[in-house]
Structures are given as structure tokens and as C-alpha cells.
């Protein structure tokens, strides 16, 4: 009887887990790659970025119908290449082991160290948002720590994907770097794999399920997840100044971005100012909606998931606003207008779940407290924007609500700073990367005791006796 022929979906997976088992055996064979070879891989990353800068950014457009290249430059190929450039630097220092306390009257002569090595084998599973940025910069973070990646992209990325499998070879081997396209909803496959670490941007209910499957293997995960991240523009904050930059990261990538405003506070006299400077705005920017420089959204699911949650706030009482001239555009290039919602209550889809999409829902409030209360009565955001003057009412916002990371007086610009951890807590996410945490999470910070030429703890090894016992008293009342 002739053998069953595998079908494309099983195909799939036998070719994963054979990547996986061939990066694993390679691990195995050099476990420790020194720092002038973590430094070629990482400038070999750098080139496959730069060598192919015009092909990725067109492969990022024809994924989303529409993709503003000055969008995808800054966000992903600059922060991307400046990224690799700061790690580089910084990366000597990174891998020295760690000289740590050691207490002498216990152990004399001891020495002790922590010492970062590879973990081996991470698996990277990538959304379709920005996927040249969060395909690379955690690669960033991968390679400094010596390690080899799979990375599985979207299947809403099949443009991207496809080049980058393309080209990878001719600047890393299988054994180094894979990527993975996701043609066959092999998700679940992939994170049940035995990865040392398993990294996953995405949405809350997905990141459980990944969560599930590593658990079988006792894989630690690093979730980077969404949520409703809220503004909070206080009193003392100009308005004008406020609504520029809200708006420009409000409508950057068209608002599908994790760390995006999902809602604003503001004190109730101001919201007028607010909608009129923001209404001027959308139109000086974006006079043309169907202009390249304002992003598609990325399907036509999720497009007519925006018109839902637009009509679901008319139909319960939102006051809704279509910032743009031009009307509802061209439903063909999935070009969605701008829109504020006022008048917003709990029971409304916008302010029940992320909405990843230029929708802006407006709350007002009369004391700070009651921002405060509202915020801590939901999930942990994955960010938080206080716009204010006044340190102290900063620090009350930054004291009193947990949230993955904050931008004071402007949005999102936590996320590229190198020198600070990128992550979420809560429902928002957990672990971090970018810089220096990435180099850690990465690696197994490993501790090293080292015994001096004199062991102190030989008085107290058996038979004990009431020497024993008062060199222990002693001790205990020096501890104290």
C-alpha cells in the first residue's frame, strides 16, 4: 500500500519542526557564539534591511492595499536600522560577565558572577501592523544574545513574507534564521513547538492560546499584546498643541497600532476646541483621503468592522464625527475617514474593545479622580498619555494607573527610545524587549558561585555539636 500523500497543511508543519530540529542540532554543536559573531549577524541584519529597503516597503504597501512609504521608513526601516546600530555599541558591555556580592565571612575567598548566555532555539510570531519593525527588532534582541530564530509572519503579510524568504538566504543559513508563511493557520502548530522562548505580538485572545500551548512544553513566553490605552489631556495643557500631536498618532497607519490612543479624556469645556482643531487638521494633512499618504486599512474584514463599530455608537447615542471633507471616500481602497465619537458610553463596541483603526472616542471629566477610577476599574493599558504642564499632576496619573509604559505630552515615542524596555502588563502583556531588557530576555543570566581555597562552611558540617549550634546563634545575630 502506497504511502498517503501529505496535504499542503501537514507539509507545512513537517518542514517547521525539521527548521526547528536543524537550528536545535546546530545550537547544540556551538551554543556560545563569541561577540565578533553575534556583531556579523547583526550587521548582516542591517544589510538585508538596506539592500532591500524599496522591495520591503513596496511588499508593506501591496499587503495593505495602501501603505504610506513615509510611514513604513520611519516606523520600521529607520527605527529598525538605528535599532541594530545602538545594540552593536552597547553589546561588549552586554555580554561581560556580571561581578556580584559575596559574603566573605561565609565564604572566603569565593567569587561569584552572573554570565549571560544564549537560550538557543526562539520562535517569533509576528502581526501584520508593522511587520518589517516587529520582525526585526526582535531579531535585534535575539541576535545580540547569540541565539537562532524561526519567525512565523502573518497570513495577512504574504507580500512581506515571501520576499524575506526570498533573500534570507543569501545572508543567513536555515541553521541561523527561518521564516515561516502562514499559509495553512499553522499558529497553533507553531507555538506548541519546544522553542527556549517564544515571543508573540498580537491580540489578547490569541496571545492566551499561544500562551496555552507553550505552557505544554514550560516554554516562557514574551507577550506583547493591545488594549485600550487611553490621553489624558489636562487643564494646564494647550489644546492646539495637544490635538496635533494626538491626531498625527491617532491617524499613523491609520490608527491600526497597538500602542494607538484607543480614548481621550478631557476636561468637558475643552471638547469643542478639541474637534474643531482637530477636524482642521485631518483636512490640512489629508485633504485627499485617497492619497497615498494616508494607509488602507488592512482587509476588508476589519474595514467593515469600523463601520459597525460606527454605527453601533450612533445607534446607542454617540455623537459621531466625520472629520473628513471628502465624506465616507472609496470603499475599493479601504480608505476609512477619520472619525470622533462623543458622547460614549460603556455599552458601545468603541469602548469595549481595541479598536485598531482612525476612530477617536472622547470622554469628559470634571475632577482628575474620576479619570483615575475609570481607568483602574478596566485591563492595564499597554501605554498611558498624560498631557500636562504640572509635574505633580503627572506624577498622580503615573502613580495611580499601571500601565506598560508612558509618553508625557505626546504618544507612542516610549516604544522607539532603545534605551528603555518595550512591553505590556497584565492583560496588556508581560516580558519585555528593545535594548538592553531584549539582550536579557534573550539569555539565561546564568549564576556562577566559585569556591575559595578555604570552605567556612566546614564548621558546620556533621556531627553537630553545641559548637555547631553557637557558631549558628552567632550567625543568626549578626543577620539580625
Given at each position: 500500500m502506497s504511502a498517503k500523500t501529505p496535504t499542503p497543511r501537514e507539509h507545512t508543519v513537517h518542514t517547521l519542526t525539521q527548521s526547528f530540529e536543524s537550528q536545535r542540532r546546530a545550537y547544540l554543536n556551538d551554543p556560545v557564539p563569541g561577540l565578533a559573531a553575534r556583531i556579523q549577524h547583526l550587521r548582516a541584519l542591517s544589510r538585508l534591511v538596506q539592500d532591500h529597503q524599496d522591495a520591503i516597503i513596496k511588499a508593506i504597501s501591496d499587503?495593505?492595499?495602501?501603505?504610506?512609504?513615509?510611514?513604513?521608513?520611519?516606523?520600521?526601516?529607520?527605527?529598525?536600522?538605528?535599532?541594530?546600530?545602538?545594540?552593536?555599541?552597547?553589546?561588549?558591555?552586554?555580554?561581560?560577565?556580571?561581578?556580584?556580592?559575596?559574603k566573605q565571612m561565609l565564604y572566603p575567598g569565593s567569587k561569584n558572577k552572573v554570565i549571560p548566555q544564549p537560550l538557543g532555539v526562539v520562535g517569533v510570531i509576528v502581526p501584520w501592523n508593522f511587520p518589517a519593525n516587529l520582525t526585526f527588532a526582535p531579531l535585534t534582541s535575539i541576535f545580540a544574545a547569540g541565539n537562532r530564530a524561526v519567525v512565523k509572519l502573518s497570513d495577512r503579510s504574504g507580500h512581506f513574507v515571501r520576499l524575506l524568504k526570498r533573500v534570507a538566504g543569501d545572508y543567513f543559513p536555515p541553521e541561523k534564521l527561518v521564516f515561516v508563511e502562514d499559509e495553512h493557520e499553522i499558529g497553533p502548530d507553531f507555538s506548541a513547538l519546544p522553542f527556549d522562548h517564544l515571543l508573540f505580538t498580537g491580540s489578547g485572545q490569541t496571545g492566551r492560546a499561544v500562551m496555552a500551548n507553550a505552557a505544554a512544553n514550560l516554554t516562557p513566553v514574551t507577550l506583547e499584546l493591545g488594549g485600550k490605552s487611553p490621553a489624558i489631556v489636562a487643564e494646564d495643557y494647550p489644546i492646539e498643541i495637544a490635538a496635533e500631536r494626538l491626531m498625527y498618532w491617532k491617524l499613523l497607519n491609520a490608527g491600526q497600532i497597538c500602542t494607538s490612543v484607543d480614548y481621550l479624556f478631557l476636561p468637558e469645556a475643552r471638547v469643542s476646541a478639541f474637534v474643531d482643531k482637530a477636524k482642521h487638521l485631518?483636512?490640512?494633512?489629508?485633504?485627499?483621503?485617497?492619497?497615498?499618504?494616508?494607509?488602507?486599512?488592512?482587509?476588508?474584514?476589519?474595514?467593515?468592522?469600523?463601520?459597525?463599530?460606527?454605527?453601533?455608537?450612533?445607534?446607542?447615542?454617540?455623537?459621531?464625527?466625520?472629520?473628513a471633507e471628502g465624506g465616507e471616500g472609496d470603499g475599493s481602497l479601504r480608505k476609512f475617514p477619520p472619525h470622533i465619537l462623543l458622547n460614549v458610553t460603556d455599552d458601545m463596541l468603541v469602548m469595549q474593545r481595541e479598536i485598531f483603526g482612525p476612530l477617536l472616542p472622547i470622554k469628559t471629566y470634571r475632577k482628575r479622580e474620576e479619570v483615575v477610577e475609570y481607568i483602574k476599574g478596566r485591563d492595564r493599558p499597554l501605554a498611558l498619555y498624560p498631557f500636562t504642564k504640572s509635574a505633580q499632576t503627572r506624577d498622580y496619573y503615573i502613580e495611580r494607573i499601571i500601565s506598560g509604559g508612558v509618553s508625557v505630552n505626546n504618544?507612542?515615542?516610549?516604544?522607539?527610545?532603545?534605551?528603555?524596555?518595550?512591553?505590556?502588563?497584565?492583560?496588556?502583556?508581560?516580558?519585555?524587549?528593545?535594548?538592553?531588557?531584549?539582550?536579557?530576555?534573550?539569555s539565561k543570566l546564568r549564576p556562577v558561585f566559585q569556591q575559595g581555597f578555604f570552605d567556612g562552611l566546614k564548621p558546620l558540617m556533621p556531627p553537630y555539636t553545641t559548637t555547631t549550634s553557637k557558631i549558628l546563634n552567632f550567625m543568626i545575630r549578626l543577620a539580625r
Open positions: 499587503d495593505f492595499g495602501n501603505r504610506s512609504s513615509t510611514e513604513t521608513l520611519f516606523c520600521e526601516i529607520f527605527l529598525v536600522l538605528d535599532g541594530i546600530k545602538d545594540t552593536i555599541k552597547h553589546l561588549k558591555r552586554w555580554m561581560k560577565p556580571q561581578r556580584r556580592h559575596v485631518v483636512n490640512q494633512r489629508y485633504p485627499d483621503l485617497q492619497s497615498s499618504d494616508y494607509t488602507s486599512i488592512i482587509d476588508e474584514r476589519s474595514y467593515q468592522r469600523l463601520w459597525a463599530t460606527v454605527d453601533d455608537a450612533r445607534e446607542k447615542g454617540a455623537t459621531v464625527i466625520n472629520m504618544c507612542i515615542l516610549h516604544v522607539a527610545q532603545h534605551d528603555m524596555p518595550f512591553g505590556g502588563v497584565g492583560a496588556s502583556g508581560m516580558g519585555h524587549y528593545h535594548g538592553y531588557e531584549g539582550f536579557t530576555t534573550f
